[in-house]
Each structure stands twice: as C-alpha cells, then as structure tokens.
C-alpha cells in the first residue's frame, strides 16, 4: 500500500516534468527528423545525451558537419551546470553512500534538480524518490522522442509550430511552483533573486559567451543570496 502511493506521488509531483518532455522531446523529435537523421541515431541521442538544449544543438552540428572535438567540447560547456547541480544535490542526501548519490547523478537534469529543491524546502530529500523521478522523466522523454521522431516525417516546416517554447513555458511552470511552495523564504526575497538573475544574466550575455555563462550566473547569485538573506528574508 506504501509502494503505491510513493509511486502516485512520484507521478504527481513529477507532472509538470512529464507535461513539459512530451512537448520538448516530441519537438526535438521532430526537429531532428526534419534535418535528415536516421529515427535509430535520434533515439541514441536522446539515450545517451538526454539533455535538451545539448540535443537541439546537436541537430545544428550534426547536420552541419561540424568536427567531433568541436561537437564534444559544445556538450560539455553546455551541459557543465550540471556539475553545480550534483554537488547541490549530494549535499541534501547527506549520509548516502557514494554510490547512491551517483545513481541519482546519472539521470538529474534541470527539472529533476528544481522539484529536489523544492521538496528539500519541505522534508528531507531521499534516493528512492529522486531516483523514481528521475526514470519518470527518462522514459518520458524517450516516448515524446520516439512519437516526435515518428510524426517528424509528416511536417514540411516544423519551425513553424514554435515546439522550442515548450522548454521555456515548462521553466516558467516549475520557477512558479517553487516561489509558491517555499515557505522558508519571503516572497519578497524570492522575487528579487530572480531580477538579480535576470539582470546579471543580460549584462553578462554582452562581455561572456553563454555556454559559460550558465555556469558563472549560479555562482554569482548564490553568494548575492548568501549576502543578502537574512536582510531580505
């Protein structure tokens, strides 16, 4: 009985997750079959990428023709915040054994990492529960990938559908969430954190490519929100 509502809950919080990948990754689907590639190389991208914005990317290069080191170093700077997300992540599981925290490493993107955060707000986040959200959104985006992929041949122009925004509205939806569930910090604090993000990002955009400039925002933020905490909150 225990089993089957961990798992319902699993399937609930993790909803705006499996909303959002259907559209991102039925899009990149696509997307992606609309450039010329074989529905087997789109489905190992989706694999053993499984990383949106690196994805979208790849079709660009792929297709293009760009070389293998370039291809290789393009994921890496992109897909880099992920670094910041798992020592984030392996600090809320405390204790848990190396191994453990590399289970939920393996399969943690930007979504998974934001509902961790916003149940740590509420209780103690735990393997169990962050490694079944994890496979949740997976085998999700496989299945938006595979349905994208297989409709992509029947769309002359899918740029038109404006599938891309998919990603953002998602963003949108889970930033939402957080503000509205935490209860730890002020609506105030919150809010200016998020025009210190907005604000810091632009003026960075102009002197800082934005590959590395996912990584360097987080950082600078994180110690403006360390700084101005306890006045704000």
Known sequence: MNKQINQFETLKTSLPIILGY????????????????DLTIIMMISAFVYAGSVQFALITMLSGGTPLF?????????????????TTIAHLLGNETLLKKISVGVLLTDETFALSINKASDSKVKVGWLNRLNLVAYVTWLVATLMGAIAGGLLKSPEKL????????????LLWLQVVSDKQLSLLYQISIIIATLIVFYIGLIVIPKNILIIIVPIIISYIGAQFKNEIN
Do not use: D, Q
């Open 22 to 37: 259907l559209g991102i990754g039925a899009s990149f689907g696509i997307m992606a079959r609309a450039a010329g590639l």
């Open 70 to 86: 370039a291809i290789m170093m393009s994921v890496f700077l992109i897909n880099s915040r992920v670094i910041l997300m798992s």
């Open 162 to 173: 404006g599938l891309k925004f998919a990603i953002i509205a998602m963003f949108i939806g």
